[in-house]
Each structure stands twice: as structure tokens, then as C-alpha cells.
Nanobody, 118 residues
Framework: QVQLVESGGGLVQAGGSLRLSCVAS????????MAWYRQAPGGQRQLVAS???????VYGDSVKGRFTISRDVVANTLSLQMNSLKPEDTAAYYC????????????WGQGTQVTVSS
């Protein structure tokens, strides 16, 4: 089992910055990919950014150039630096971990709310 706990959400004005953190605990063996997803009210959960154990990153088109994902494999932490925030970034943000082996499995945190006011 893997437990994920997010922190760092809050209310910020448009143009501001926030940093989200996720601490992972438990058996991390086989967990290769970690990511941030977000879900706005009435919307689907969407990928914000992902990072593999060898630091390969993927970003959603809407956040490229504004958000930066980072990961400390030793400390089992995941971060998301969000700059130039826009009202459309308002959503619940979820930390995600994917175990690839021995049995593929997805783990989710409880989410942290980010609200960007115009």
C-alpha cells in the first residue's frame, strides 16, 4: 500500500504562485510514475503534470511554461510549483502514484483545493 498526503493548496489572486507538496509513505517498490491531476467542479479529472523515476516529465498543454513538477525519489516527495496562476486553474489537485510492477496499481491522495480569484 502507498499513502499520499497533499498540502499547499489555498486561495491566491490571478498572477500569483502556489507550491503543492505530496508526501508518499508505505511500500514504494515498483512505483515509477508520480503525477498531479486536477478536477474542477463538474469536470473530469485531468493530468496536470507527471514525472518518472528518471525525471522524465510530461505537462498538460494548459500549464506548460507556468507549472513545474519535481520529485525527490529518496525522500518520496512530489512537488508542483505553480506560477502565473489563472482563474481557470481553480480545481481540486490530486497527487497520484502508479505502481508498474509486480502488479500495476494506481494510488490517489485526498486532494487539496486551489482557488484563483480574478
Amino acid at each position: 500500500q502507498v499513502q499520499l498526503v497533499e498540502s499547499g493548496g489555498g486561495l491566491v489572486q490571478a498572477g500569483g504562485s502556489l507550491r503543492l507538496s505530496c508526501v508518499a509513505s508505505g511500500n514504494m517498490f515498483g512505483v515509477n510514475i508520480m503525477a498531479w491531476y486536477r478536477q474542477a467542479p463538474g469536470g473530469q479529472r485531468q493530468l496536470v503534470a507527471s514525472i518518472t523515476s528518471d525525471k522524465t516529465t510530461v505537462y498538460g498543454d494548459s500549464v506548460k511554461g507556468r507549472f513545474t513538477i519535481s520529485r525527490d525519489v529518496v525522500a518520496n516527495t512530489l512537488s508542483l510549483q505553480m506560477n502565473s496562476l489563472k482563474p481557470e486553474d481553480t480545481a481540486a489537485y490530486y497527487c497520484h502514484a502508479r505502481r508498474l510492477f509486480p502488479i500495476p496499481y494506481d494510488y490517489w491522495g485526498q486532494g487539496t483545493q486551489v482557488t484563483v480569484s480574478s
